[in-house]
Structure formats: structure tokens, C-alpha cells
């Protein structure tokens, strides 16, 4: 499994817009990059993910890096809401007969008023 | 869909005592996993199962027995309750096919 790094701890103002950057340099050419938040101590969440392209839905934006190296996650418009540990992670696709999905420490996310 | 039910939702266990926490799914699907997560900490993979009679060892499985016996459950089995396994506790599953993994709202473990 690809390991990930991302900054331990960022701070956001309620409106503005979240980047949250995440390294994955060796991630492998198969494996998805996707993003879970957790917010308090409940499960982990989906939010996104992506292979080459960039990605968005209701929840997010997904930057990757043509190079695929790193990646960025961009909640446009941050509530208090969104106030959550975000992982990064790398998953290998479902037919490779990898099975193990690791996770890493995560970006703690603070939203302020 | 009730998703992925975690049973209990608090435990407090003495040390040695043994107990089971019971995981379940309702969206058939082949793939279950048990996460660990200290205070403050990431989630740490403890056993998985691509499938009802088999299963597989994470990152962090000594103290830990799991068994498949049906696609809805997975069970998890703490045999001599340590104070080091105090912890909350994620059942995860995911479909074949995909990789999203669907998480359950977790079981806190204390053992004192």
C-alpha cells in the first residue's frame, strides 16, 4: 500500500476555502487516491477519490499532480461543520488482490469562526 | 440499508476478561475489515476478510482473533483483555468491485 504524508494539523476561516495537500510519492499507476474525513470520534466518512483526473462532487474538489505524487483536497467553502481528521490514502483497485487498506495519521482540520 | 452495526457501543472490561465485539453488514458485501484507533491516533488495521472462512492478518493483530463464518459478520474476539487495547474499535466493509470502504459508528474500549 502506498504510504501518504500530510501535515499534521492545519486551520481554515468558516467561508473560506480548505487545501489540504497530501504526498503519495510512491504510490504505484493502479492505485486510487481517496480521501475520508472523521469527525469527532465517529467512523471514517467518504469524501473523494481519483486515479489521473481531477475529481469533484457535492462534497469536494480532488486535485492530483499530473505526476501523481501528491494530491490536494478543496472543501470551497468551510464550515464549522467541516471541522474533522481528513486521511489520505491509497487504495490499491479492487482486482489487484491487494487487500490491505493502511491508513495513515491524517490531517486534523480546524475550522475557525 | 442499516450499513455496517457495531455491537456494543461502550464496553469496560478488567484485565483477562475475554469478550467479543460483534460486527454485522447488510449490503452483502465480500469485504470486512477491524481498525483500532488510540486517542489522538490514526486507524490501525487489525484483521481483515475478503470472504465468508477467510481471513487475514493487519498491522497490529496479536491479542485479536477474528472469524468469517457468514458474509454479514465478522466478529471480533479479545481473548485476555490487556490495558493496552483500550481503544475504539471501527468495523469497515466494502463491496467487490470497489474500494470505498463503508465504516461503522465504532465500539469504545476500555480495559482497566
Known amino acids: 500500500d502506498a504510504k501518504t504524508t500530510q501535515p499534521p494539523s492545519m486551520d481554515c476561516a468558516e467561508g473560506r476555502a480548505a487545501n489540504l495537500p497530501c504526498n503519495h510519492s510512491?504510490?504505484?499507476?493502479?492505485?486510487?487516491v481517496y480521501w475520508y474525513r472523521q469527525i469527532h470520534s465517529q467512523g471514517p466518512q467518504y469524501i473523494i477519490h481519483g486515479l489521473k483526473n481531477n475529481e469533484t462532487n457535492e462534497m469536494a474538489s480532488l486535485i492530483i499532480t499530473e505526476d501523481r505524487k501528491s494530491s490536494t483536497l478543496i472543501l470551497p467553502h468551510a464550515t464549522l461543520r467541516d471541522t474533522a481528521v481528513y486521511y489520505c490514502i491509497g487504495h490499491p483497485p479492487s482486482t489487484s488482490g491487494t487487500y490491505k487498506y493502511i491508513f495513515g495519521t491524517g490531517t486534523r482540520l480546524k475550522v475557525l469562526a | 440499508n442499516a450499513g455496517v452495526t457495531q455491537t456494543p457501543k461502550f464496553r469496560i472490561l478488567k484485565i483477562g476478561q475475554s469478550m467479543t465485539l460483534q460486527c454485522t453488514q447488510d449490503?452483502?458485501?465480500?469485504?470486512m475489515y477491524w481498525y483500532r484507533q488510540d486517542p489522538g491516533m490514526g486507524l490501525k488495521l487489525i484483521y481483515y476478510s475478503v470472504g465468508a472462512g477467510i481471513t487475514d492478518k493487519g498491522e497490529v493483530p496479536n491479542g485479536y482473533n477474528v472469524s468469517r463464518s457468514t458474509t454479514e459478520d465478522f466478529p471480533l474476539r479479545l481473548e485476555l483483555a490487556a490495558p493496552s487495547q483500550t481503544s475504539v474499535y471501527f468495523c469497515a466493509s466494502r463491496p467487490t468491485g470497489r474500494e470505498k470502504l463503508f465504516f461503522g459508528s465504532g465500539t469504545q474500549l476500555s480495559v482497566l
Open positions: 510512491t504510490i504505484s499507476g493502479n492505485e486510487y
Open positions: 449490503m452483502n458485501h465480500n469485504y
